[in-house]
Every structure is written in C-alpha cells, then in structure tokens.
C-alpha cells in the first residue's frame, strides 16, 4: 500500500489484512485450531518466553482474532488491542494490570446498568472498589481520586442516556493525578469519536454491538494508547516492575508502548481465560467492513427520530445529545463531530405503564437487551438493564422509571416514526 495515511474507510475493510499465504484467500480465515505447531523445540522456547511473536494456543493468541486485533487498534489510533469475550470481560482485562485489593476505579454514575453492578458489586471480590461521579462535575472527579486510584472510567455516549462525556477535560484530570483514562467507545465507535485524541490512555469496547453491527457473536476489546508512561511511578507494579512468571522481565522496559498489550495476552488471556473465538472475530471483521455506512445512516436516522418525538405530546423529554436543545449538543461538535450515536433515551409522559405499553406494542423495533444492531431495538432500562439499581440510581444512570432506551437501526426512517407512533397510541 501507499505510504500516504489511508482513510477509515479504507482502513475498516483492509487494516491487518492480506491475502492468505498458503492459499490466496482474500477474506481473513477463520482459524479454527486449539493449537499450533513449533518450528522446533527452540521456536516454542523463544514463543513462550515473549522473545518471539507467534503462535501457540488460541487462549493466548490465534490468527484470525490477531487480525481484528489489528483493525481494531487501527481504526482507535492505539498501538495495540487485545480482544476477548465479551465487553464485560473487557473491563475487568484493562482494569487487571492497574488494580490490587485496596485499590479503587473511579466511575461516571452514567453507566450501562451492567457495567454499574460490575463495578459496585462483583469487583469488590477482588478486593477493588469503585467510586461513582457525576462526570459533568470535572472538580468531583478530581476530588475523588486519592492515592488508591489507579484508573478513572467513562463512556464516550453514555448507555441509556445519550449523554457525551466532555473527555477534554476528564482527561486533563487524570493527567494532573496520574492515572489512566479508560474509556468505553462502544456506542459512538471509533467512526464518531477516537478517544486517544482527546487524551483517554485505554479504550474498551463490546464489540458485540456496533463494530459486529448484526447481533450474532459477542466480543469485547481493550485498545492501547501505547502513551501512558506505566513506569513514572510505583503505582503499576504488574507493568514497571519484575515478573515472576517471566524471570523478573519487566513489561514496560521490554516491550515500551505495547506494554499493556502484551501483558494483556501474556498475563491476562493466559489467566482469566477470557478468550474471543476465532468465529466471532469473522464475524465482527465482515461487520466493521461496513462500519462507517452504517454509522451514517444509524446517525441520520437517529436525527429525524428524536426530532419528532421531541415534538410529540406524549413524550416529556427525549436525551438524543444532537439536538438542538439538549445541554450536551456543544460537545458533540467538539467530540464526535461525525453525530452523536444512534443510542438514546425517551421519557414518556404515561409513566412506567405507558413504557411498558409502547415496548409492548411495537412491530418493527426489536424488544431486547442489545444496542448497535443494523435492527432497531427498545428495552425499558428499569425494568430489565437497570433493574438492580435503586431508583435513586436508575434516575442518576438515566434510567429513570418512565424511560425506554432506543437503539435505532439503519431501515427507513418514516417506518420506524410509524411504528413508534401507533405504539405509543
């Protein structure tokens, strides 16, 4: 290829790709074997003393998930990326290096509602402990990091509420203190928002959702920075400091910006186990090869829908950040200046009754726990996604009893506006 920079779209359809060598395929394929075959008995010693890259085992590393891989860190301008999954275990692989028992994460309150009981529940087994802040408060957050924190954590477009993260200025917080910026960029994609620019160290994605685009697999990935400087203090041992099970090398001195990515292989695939089949990186590699089409229409889409629900008498309010109303709309020019996503909320003046009646009632939206899909899909957060929380909570999440979360799909607009409307009649 030239050395002139490609375009996305270029890069969504050939990023860490080429003809098979053995054959000629010219689609990635997929690699369905547990395990592969040393060249000699000094190969398979270099392979697994990180001295040599290649191939052993497909917990660890496998062809065609290597490709996605590489697409993936393409695309988000990331040195490396380490698939797994599902995007839940794609949290707990980028906060693995960072965090030790005593340690804490500090969170946005606008979470996905799984996300929310990871964090406020399960990581606590570990001994982690998350905080929770309103992150339109940029002063809350810095207060809240102390000495324990080893990582802030966010959304690019918050899930359910469609709220964009001002990342500028959270990520000028985590530089004065320190630590990483983890930002999930599933909802916008690295076609509407690529987080690095605006200073995030880690970005994670469910690559179930819009990178997959047709709801068939899960997947999840954690893309590198490759610019956080690991060894500038003490607080990320797993990375500045000696590895045991590697003869006291240590990840940051040998492999500089691909630190956490190998470490991510080497010690978190290796462990956790929490491996990506080589199926569902197919699968996710033909979605992203249409990533940017979709984009496009999810988002224009998504612009006609929630101005005409913003006008309905039925609605109370509607939480697409594109509209001109919205308090967020500045900040999706100045972060994803492509739109702001497809994914949003809508308060209806019925109440729980009535957004159960209109899930209920619709022929076209899908009722499902699931976004990003080319389908359009409704869930009622508070009773399903959100369920868990209190209502406290759910109203801080932005799943408030009396809001159905939309995820509109790429069919015809008008049909979606009709299906909507005799739903809500």
């Known amino acids: 290829m030239s050395d002139t920079p490609l375009g996305f779209d270029t890069l969504q359809i050939h990023a860490g790709s080429a003809p098979d060598p053995a054959t000629g395929a010219r689609q990635t394929p997929i690699y369905q074997s547990t395990a592969f075959a040393f060249r000699d008995a000094d190969h398979a010693a270099k392979l697994f003393n990180l001295q040599e890259v290649g191939y052993i085992y497909s917990r660890l590393t496998n062809p065609t998930v290597a490709v996605l891989q590489e697409r993936i860190a393409t695309l988000e301008g990331g040195a490396g990326a380490v698939c797994c999954s599902s995007g839940h ?126 709801g068939t697999v899960t997947g999840g990935c954690v893309v590198d920075s490759g610019t956080f400087d690991w060894s500038a203090s003490d607080k990320f041992p797993s990375l500045s400091a000696p590895e045991p ?18 470490h991510g292989i080497a010690v978190g695939l290796r462990d956790l186990g929490m491996t990506m089949n080589p199926q569902a990186a197919h699968y996710t590699l033909m979605g992203i090869e249409t990533l940017s ?109 009396n809001v159905v979360r939309l995820s509109i799909g790429i069919e015809d607009a008008a049909d979606l506006i009709a299906d909507l409307d005799q739903a809500m009649a």
């Not at 996300?115 to 957050?141: C, H, N």
């Not at 500028?168 to 690295?190: F, R, Y």
């Not at 109303?325 to 999706?332: C, G, M, Q, T």
């Open 293 to 401: 089409l979709r984009m496009q229409r999810h988002v224009e889409n998504a612009e006609k829908i929630a101005n005409w629900l913003e006008t309905d008498p039925r609605v109370e309010s509607v939480g697409w950040a594109g509209l001109a109303s919205s308090p967020y709309k500045d900040r999706v020019a100045r972060i994803c200046p492509k739109g702001a996503g497809a994914l949003f909320t809508v308060a209806l003046k019925g109440g729980y009754e009535a957004c159960v009646k209109t899930v209920d009632s619709l022929k076209i939206f899908s009722h499902v726990a699931n976004l990003g899909d080319a389908r359009s899909l409704i869930i009622h957060p508070a009773s399903t996604t959100h369920r868990q929380l209190t209502e406290d909570q759910q109203i801080a999440a932005g799943a408030a009893p």
């Open 245 to 262: 099970a590697y003869h006291g090398m240590t990840f940051h001195e040998t492999f500089g910006a691909l630190a956490f990515t190998f």
């Open 89 to 214: 275990a794609a949290q707990i692989m980028a906060l693995f290096p960072l965090m030790a028992p005593g340690r804490n994460v500090v969170a946005s309150t606008r979470l996905y509602g799984g996300t929310l009981t990871q964090f406020s529940q399960t990581i606590k087994r570990f001994g982690w402990e998350a905080k929770f802040v309103d992150f339109d408060d940029t002063d809350a957050v810095a207060a809240a990091i102390d000495d324990d924190t080893r990582a802030v954590f966010c959304e690019t477009i918050a899930n359910p509420g469609g709220v964009v993260t001002d990342l500028d200025a959270i990520s000028a917080v985590t530089k004065a203190a320190g630590v990483p910026l983890i930002v999930d960029n599933t909802t916008a994609t690295p076609y509407l928002c690529r987080p690095f620019e605006h200073g995030a160290s880690l970005v994670v994605h469910s690559t179930t959702k819009y990178l997959t685009g047709n």
